[in-house]
């Protein structure tokens, strides 16, 4: 009788592990953002997206616009402030397509860099077995022993900044491995590092910088101080508030402005008395192209005008003396403004102000009056002021924001601010009055010039452009540059051709490179005569 014994049942293999599909669709995902292609397409996506701050007005920029846009686009003014068509720069989707480019940059540029670290570390491969098929290859016989051909085919390589390396082979003879051109990787990762610099540069520099704007008139009674209730405009960066602006006052002394004799501008002079941290007054100059520099602001010049003086002498022969500017309209310093007297005609046995009685003048000034209604040069030769005078409430007290540079065109249209001027505007020369319908008078008193003043504060400014050198430098590297490799190997000739080297050598060039078959002949000729 047979006895069976009974063997135990192998385990069962354990069921194959499926894959974490979230982990799975996270790696592809973060695979497709940091792809180079990607980049591409939200490079091109932040240029599309920086379009409607170009054709939008930006409140940042010029609040005023913003204002004027929703009067004259009352429905589709409110969609575009959903969207965010007001403050582009700041928006939800601009920030995350700007936030979605600089992840895309890391990832990309970081691996390139770790792959371009080991290749400079790794020694070039080792010759091919077949010389004979490289796109480029030759045959010559020298006579030398291969293992000093080796080495003086080495040297002459390194006299040519190729990175070399020399190796001995089992069969005795010697192959020699040589590569150049890392600098288009070198200045391709430079580029986008210089890039991602930039993109830092922008966030911070947004996040910690100001801006302001100030039209500044000449006089010693017209200069302000760096607060932000004396700037025409002003924009904050969300990290700094109004303690942070520096202390400094100015005032403008001279404005020189000169022109050709057609009209075109030749040289801008602005002169100014600036007092620091409540110190003395120095005076410093500064012109369109070199700013004024103060506490690490610059202090641009980027426009400039006349201010127009008027006195205005009311029924009870009270008198008020404005200088107000009036803002260029062509290159010929036509220009445009309003003179607003609100607190006039009061009865100082009442001392009560009645609207309907305010008084606001608005015309052109030119300074070179022609035959028609533009001025024919921007220097003052024949200068004359054209103002229609208003009557009635200037609608400055019920709050609702509007420009100092024209009348409240809703308050014309209303009939509560009326013309009494009659059709035409009246034409003053400088020193000459006008009566009033009322008794009431303006005198025209002359002008004074003014300078449109931009300051800006802005930290990273340096990196910025340190960033942009630093990208055209890497794109010069990446576009002269070319990869290629070119090997050499050093067999003993037979005895029956007295001994020597025979010389194989091959080329390949790793990119585009056409005139990579004259260096190659070049090198091959060099070996052979064995000189560098």
């Known amino acids: 009788m047979t006895v069976v014994e009974e063997r135990p049942a192998p385990p069962a293999e354990p069921p194959p592990r499926r894959p974490n599909r979230a982990w799975a669709l996270l790696r592809n995902s973060w695979r497709q953002l940091t792809s180079m292609r990607t980049a591409l397409v939200l490079l091109f996506l932040l240029a599309v997206a920086a379009i409607p701050g170009s054709v939008f007005p930006q409140r940042a920029v010029d609040s005023q616009r913003v204002t004027e846009y929703y009067q004259a686009h009352p429905q589709l003014a409110p969609w575009l402030e959903r969207l965010g068509g007001f403050?582009?720069?700041?928006?939800?989707?601009?920030?995350?397509?700007?936030?979605?480019?600089?992840?895309?940059?890391?990832?990309?540029?970081?691996?390139?860099?770790?792959?371009?670290?080991?290749?400079?570390?790794?020694?070039?491969?080792?010759?091919?077995?077949?010389l004979e098929r490289m796109p480029l290859a030759a045959e010559l016989s020298i006579s030398t022993a291969p293992a000093e051909a080796a080495r003086d085919i080495s040297g002459i390589l390194r006299k040519r900044r190729w990175r070399t390396k020399v190796r001995e082979q089992e069969d005795g003879s010697f192959t020699i491995s040589a590569e150049k051109g890392y600098l288009k990787e070198t200045g391709n990762l430079l580029f986008h590092f210089a890039l991602l610099a930039v993109l830092i540069g922008v966030g911070f520099g947004h996040w910690y910088g100001w801006h302001a704007n100030r039209i500044l008139v000449q006089g010693a009674d017209q200069g302000f101080c760096d607060s932000l209730a004396q700037y025409d405009?002003?924009?904050?960066?969300?990290?700094?508030?109004?303690?942070?602006?520096?202390?400094?006052?100015?005032?403008?002394?001279?404005?020189?402005?000169?022109?050709?004799?057609?009209?075109?501008?030749?040289?801008?002079?602005?002169?100014?008395?600036?007092?620091?941290?409540?110190?003395?007054e120095r005076t410093r100059t500064f012109t369109v192209n070199d700013p004024l520099r103060l506490h690490g602001a610059s202090v641009h010049l980027v426009g400039n005008g006349y201010a127009v003086t008027m006195r205005y002498t009311d029924r009870f022969g009270v008198s008020q003396t404005k200088t107000v500017p009036f803002l260029p309209v062509d290159g010929m310093f036509t220009s445009e403004g309003v003179a607003q007297f609100p607190d006039v005609n009061i009865d100082p046995k009442t001392d009560k102000r009645?609207?309907?009685?305010?008084?606001?003048?608005?015309?052109?000034?030119?300074?070179?009056?022609?035959?028609?209604?533009?001025?024919?040069?921007?220097?003052?030769?024949?200068?004359?002021?054209?103002?229609?005078?208003?009557?009635?409430?200037?609608?400055?007290?019920?709050?609702?924001?509007?420009?100092v540079y024209s009348l409240d065109q809703g308050q014309i249209a209303t009939g509560d601010l009326k013309n009494v001027s009659g059709a035409r505007p009246h034409e003053l020369k400088i020193g000459d009055s006008w009566t009033l319908d009322d008794g009431t008078k303006l005198e025209f008193l002359g002008t004074r010039p003014f300078a449109t003043l931009s300051i800006r504060y802005d930290p990273t400014q340096t990196l910025v452009l340190a960033g942009a050198a630093i990208g055209l430098a890497g794109l010069m590297l990446s576009l002269a540059g070319h990869r290629r490799r070119v090997w050499f190997r050093a067999l003993p000739a037979s005895p029956e051709s007295s001994g020597g080297t025979l010389l194989s050598a091959g080329g390949l060039p790793r990119t585009d490179y056409p005139g990579f078959a004259d260096e190659f002949t070049q090198l091959v000729k060099a070996a052979e005569e064995g000189t560098p």
């Open 87 to 130: 403050e582009v720069y700041g928006s939800p989707w601009f920030a995350s397509i700007y936030l979605l480019l600089f992840t895309s940059l890391i990832g990309c540029v970081v691996p390139r860099l770790r792959d371009l670290l080991r290749s400079l570390r790794q020694a070039p491969p080792d010759a091919p077995r077949r």
């Open 354 to 403: 009645d609207a309907s009685l305010q008084m606001g003048f608005e015309g052109r000034y030119l300074p070179t009056v022609g035959d028609g209604a533009t001025s024919t040069f921007p220097a003052e030769n024949a200068p004359a002021l054209f103002l229609t005078a208003y009557r009635g409430d200037l609608g400055l007290d019920v709050g609702t924001p509007g420009s």
């Open 233 to 280: 405009e002003s924009t904050l960066g969300p990290r700094v508030d109004a303690a942070d602006l520096p202390d400094f006052c100015m005032k403008l002394t001279n404005f020189k402005a000169t022109y050709v004799s057609t009209g075109q501008p030749k040289s801008f002079l602005a002169t100014v008395a600036v007092s620091e941290n409540d110190g003395p």
